[in-house]
């Protein structure tokens, strides 16, 4: 089988050069390549562009203008091309008239302008209130760069096309149809950026009046819309919170309010989700879920709000693994830049934040736990679903249609929680280890108190769980990206070591290990047997026959309520009945009524892998190649709470 690559997760976005000298280059080779391509007629679309059409000529003109202002040109022929790039935009992507079938318009026949998303009657009128905010965020830009260089007939017909796209956008339209966050946040930039120029143009009372609008549209329709995951507030985008597209193009929009304005509220709720993209991230920088794309990166969009808010809380964002196709601006067929997201490439060259590389090890998070090389993310719940280590990726297992990594009896997966979990934190030299213990429920309605504890050292993350019944296995996680050359590529074969390649689409296939699993980049080492169970045949089986072709999202889009993901295609992942099973049995000694497991995942090269396990009386005591621990009793110290004693020591390498 050919190797399967993620679509869009190459390498990090703080790895770009963003240097001024950098930029300017980026910035000089996109207007020369956009002259090149600039049709006849005036036009600098993507003459093979099928969607995305209403603001890409707008958006190239604004990096025309950025490009000359910050080199600027005495080349009649470039003030020219632009010149008649705008005239062609003006006279051919202006439109009046309501587009038929489009469904969300409070006022008709309005003759207000907007963007449309295709430029034909009736085609997908639905996405002509993003278009509409684009455009007229390019428009505001061409307004703060293009004195000089438009004539003064278009700076006045420019100035009146922003006003009216934002009349358009908050009276004629219902506001945020598709009820997706990031848009309707550039919504409010837009009309931040306006009113501040109408200020500068001494048009003051139309100024405030929109500045006030928009700012009341933040606070009292977005900010009170936003849905909470993991204690952050987040805007809420196709369904749900946290996208892995969206989230990093709200940061940006967030970052250019803030630069605006200079308002706090902007830097605050920007930092809230850039708290909750630090929980979610592995160490590099690898997530997926989300309502809109189950795990598809954004690339230029989202680079100012990362560099922006990695600077304000000292953080690595930048480890976030971009789509570096569009590392600084989206490309047409042509080569040339499409204009789409351009405004994101000019607040990028404006800005003056740079990048914080390099954050003081081991980083705790209320949700995660990571240390150089090795992390895991934990769910609202506290359930593990993504590990990282080695360069490579464990994501949630599926069993019976329940997701997680944990203990399991049976085909009952028990890491729901009944009611409050405990958490408790510890470190010790080189490590740093979290204590979950939960009380859950079997089929049979006996009540255990499970407790989960990880260690993350700089190469690894180590696994102990306690579980009160005997006859469990531990679900270790589903083997699913190591990290090549070419960006992350999908797991679809497993070793012992020396072994031969285990085949994870072969229905119902098991494969017993002495103690030691390759997956990728990763070795999976338990201190007790490992075996791998491949799922049943199936579509709804992720790495059957059926589906071993097909990433995380592809899957996920498949199973979903419509094929575009208008809804919230990332339930069509939570559709998925089974995937492979990695399986530990519990360690030799465990205390009896008690299993008790212990699970390495690290690199190849890593120490040979043993556990120890006693009953002390201070509770289970297990012992490892780089640490010990002991667990206390599940019920807590006197006041209830957890007990957890670290102890680590190097080890060999």
Known sequence: MDPILLPSQHASSHDLPDDPASLDAVLATAAADALAAQQPDGNFEDPAADDDIGDMGLGVISLLCLAWQRKPSDDPAVTDALRRGVDFFLTHRVFRRDNPGEPFLRVRDSGL??????????????????????????????????????????YAEVTELALGYWRWLTEASMFNPQQTGNQALGAVVAGLMLGRHLDGVSREREGKRVTTAAMRLYTDVIRPSRVTDRGFALPAEHGAGHDQNYLPISLSFLAQAHRVTADRLFLDDGAELARHLDCRLSARGFDYGGPRYSEQHCGAEGLLGLRYFSAHLATDL?????????????????????????????????????????????VTTPYSLRHRDASVSWTGSHTPYLIDAGGAAVIESVVAGQHGIGPVLGRTLLTRALGPLRVADASDGDAVARLVTKAVVTRAQVMLSVQQLWVVEPRRTTLVAVVPAEGCDFLAGLPYIEATAAGQRKIVTVAEPGGTPFDLSTPGAVLDTAGTLLAGSMAITSGAALRVVNPPAGRTSFNSAETIGLTQEQLAFALADDPRGYGNPDAGWHRVTDTNHVLA????????????????????????????????????????????VVIGDPAGDAAGEPVLRLSYRSPDR
Request: proline share 11%.
């Open 113 to 154: 302008p907007y963007a449309r998303y295709m430029p034909g009657d009736g085609e997908h009128p639905f996405g002509d209130w993003p278009s509409t905010v684009w455009a007229m965020l390019h428009a505001v830009n061409v307004l703060e760069l293009g004195a000089g260089l438009l004539t003064d007939g278009q």
């Open 318 to 362: 930048g480890r976030y693994l971009a789509d570096r196709r569009v590392a600084y601006y989206p490309l047409a067929r042509t080569g040339a830049p499409s204009g789409h997201f351009a405004f994101t490439t000019v607040w990028l060259c404006q800005d003056d934040s740079a990048w914080h590389r390099t954050p003081s090890f081991p």
């Open 585 to 628: 049995g519990p360690l030799p000694d465990s205390p009896a009524g008690t299993s008790v497991f212990a699970v390495r995942y690290g690199p190849h090269d890593d120490v040979p892998f043993a556990a120890e396990v006693r009953a002390t009386a201070d509770g289970v005591a297990v012992t490892t190649p780089g640490f010990s």
